[in-house]
């Protein structure tokens, strides 16, 4: 019977230990999806390289990811879950979509934009894989004729791109391409900073006390969401108001997304409370939540065998999808 459901793409870099930020921009909701949508959930190795450096083990950080998925309830016999260089084809469409797409939209993309201010413009420090890599993205979204994608408002201008190259070959070649939607949950979709909540949360920021870790000890959790910024109003208020109140207001982001409350509930309830007693209740459910993910994340990678089944399993079934699609993307342009 032909699979009538929508198809939903998402994919997590292996680059280090991943963030709350991830886990509820994105990760959150990757169970639920299952029942509604024909899931394929990859581990962006390749897009890892970006960054790599020599004391990072790429290999062990694949595995701990994809342990996490299983945490967060992705069910290999409901979705497939694959590690992206285990599929060849995905470097192949990155090439091809390459020669559809123009080095002045890839040059306004942020990501490139902030490494270039941060290098103080000199090009010659930046990779060419951090500049080309929002097109590896896209064919990650293309090959498997995705309809929807469940990313961060940070990410949102990378699925511009996709969708742009996509009618742009679909004009030349009819249409071929899916093009996909982009996916937002009403909140969460980005986790700000806890020192400084006017910048993403990021498991790469080089102050460690700006992140909480999905496998972080909780007794440092604790110290972090303590020490994290509120604001000096007196009496202290708690509501949501990203402009003015933007630390209250990342925090009741986290909470409503642990606690799977809508923040309008959770600002009654916490009316009246001293920031103090507010952190308390945010630190409490979100160890909580970490208690419990690490505890089944550890059941999972402590069996290395069973995920590097899955992961096998995984390739196979994505190589399947994507190696016809790929022959008719290939066909249409005279390649075959």
């Known amino acids: 019977m032909i699979n009538s459901k929508p198809i939903l793409f998402s994919a997590v870099q292996p680059s280090g ?43 062990k950080s694949v595995l701990d990811t994809l342990a996490l998925y299983l945490a967060c309830g992705v069910n290999p016999k409901k979705s497939i879950i694959f ?23 890839l040059s306004r993309m942020t990501q490139f934009k902030n490494k270039r201010k941060i290098e103080e413009n000199c090009v010659e420090n930046i990779n060419i894989g ?11 979204i293309l090959l498997y004729q995705t309809n929807l994608v469940p990313v961060g408002k940070d990410q949102k201008q990378h699925l511009e ?13 009819g249409d071929i391409f899916t093009v996909p939607d982009l996916l937002i949950t009403k909140n969460g979709s980005k986790i700000m900073s806890l020192l400084d909540p006017t910048k993403k949360m990021s498991k ?4 460690k006390n700006n992140v909480i870790f999905l496998l972080e000890d909780i007794s440092s959790v604790f110290l972090k969401i303590k020490n994290s ?33 809508e923040i309008s509930i959770l600002e009654k309830e916490l009316d009246g409370m001293m920031y103090s007693e507010f952190k308390n209740i945010v630190f409490d459910n979100v160890s909580r939540f970490l208690y419990n993910l690490q505890k089944s994340y550890l059941v999972y990678r402590n069996d290395e ?16 999808k994507s190696e016809k699609f790929l022959k008719r993307v290939s066909s249409v342009i005279g390649l075959d």
Not at 92 to 101: N, P
Not at 161 to 173: K, S
Not at 204 to 207: I, L, Y
């Open 204 to 207: 790469s920021d080089t102050n």
């Open 305 to 320: 065998s069973y995920l590097k089944k899955i992961a096998k399993e995984g390739a196979i079934k994505a190589r399947l």
């Open 130 to 140: 951090l500049f080309n890599y929002p097109l590896l993205m896209s064919s990650d």
């Open 83 to 105: 590690i992206q260089s285990h599929v060849y084809q995905h470097s192949q469409l990155h090439w091809i979509l390459s020669c559809f797409s123009q080095f002045g939209e």
């Open 161 to 173: 791109l996709t969708r742009n190259i996509a009618n742009r070959f679909n004009l030349l070649y």
């Open 17 to 59: 230990n991943l963030s709350i930020g991830n886990y509820i921009g994105t990760m959150r909701n990757w169970s639920s999806f299952q029942d509604n949508y024909e899931c394929l959930y990859c581990i962006a190795d390749l897009h890892s390289l970006t960054t790599l450096n020599k004391n990072f083990s790429l290999k």
């Open 229 to 261: 910024v509120t604001d000096s109003e007196i009496p202290p208020k708690i509501y949501y108001d990203i402009k003015k109140k933007s630390g209250i207001s990342n925090l009741l982001e986290i909470l409503a997304a642990i606690t799977k409350k």
